[in-house]
């Protein structure tokens, strides 16, 4: 759902039981996570991660540090600010900027020689933020708004409950990702979709929730 391996050193979220980050866990150097829900960050899988591999230094933003103190030792956690370049191991520079969901949540912009990355999930719109021309785009894309009006108006005759209404209220659809692609990724960069959500393309409930990319 929320995990993706930037050139095989930097883990972005932890969202997912420990069996699933255990695979690739002698490749990370870094673990930046992006918010605070449970499907970003699973404190005992994170926990478990920084027991195992004591040169792991965790990214956050300020508001997050509250949500881990009690897991990552002071003097591994970087708490950084937004759009303030950092310097990183192996010749990586990462900024963060602002994302809007229901909770504080930022996205990444990550460069490395020639590649240039753009990573954002979790966010009802991408409108005020430029990515023009990069390399790479990993980024959300929730639902389907025309799916999600059919189940809306199906929801509504039958008087059943709906999460999809949720989804539109805090997540990034196909729609809105693809009028914002089209302003942004005029070199045609390789896309990545994150974040989909099943019962908004096909009606089932479900979510991708394990992504490893590598570049």
Not at 66 to 73: F, L, R
Not at 157 to 167: A, D, L, P
Not at 193 to 214: A, C, K
Request: net charge negative.
């Amino acid at each position: 759902n929320s995990v993706g391996l930037l050139n095989n050193t930097i883990l972005v979220d932890i969202g997912v039981p420990f069996k699933d980050v255990e695979p690739i866990l002698e490749d990370i150097k870094y673990i930046v996570i992006t918010h605070r829900h449970g499907d970003h960050l699973n404190k005992s899988t994170l926990r478990r991660v920084v027991s195992l591999k004591p040169l792991i230094r965790v990214i956050i933003a300020p508001y997050l540090y509250e949500e881990i103190e009690s897991i990552v030792p002071a003097d591994r956690i970087d708490v950084i600010n937004q759009n303030v370049w950092y310097m990183l191991n192996d010749g990586v520079k990462m900024s963060t900027f602002n994302l809007y969901h229901n909770v504080d949540n930022i996205g990444l912009r990550v460069y490395k020689g020639d590649y240039k990355i753009f990573y954002a999930t979790d966010t009802y719109t991408l409108e005020g933020i430029e990515a023009k021309n990069y390399t790479h785009y990993l980024v959300e894309r929730n639902y389907c708004e025309d799916v999600v009006a059919d189940i809306l108006e199906k929801a509504s005759e039958s008087g059943e409950f709906t999460y999809v209404k949720r989804s539109m209220e805090n997540h990034l659809s196909k729609q809105k990702l693809e009028l914002w692609l089209v302003k942004n990724n005029k070199n045609n960069g390789e896309v990545v979709y994150l974040h989909e959500s099943d019962v908004s393309y096909n009606g089932t409930n479900r979510y991708i929730q394990f992504i490893v990319w590598r570049f």
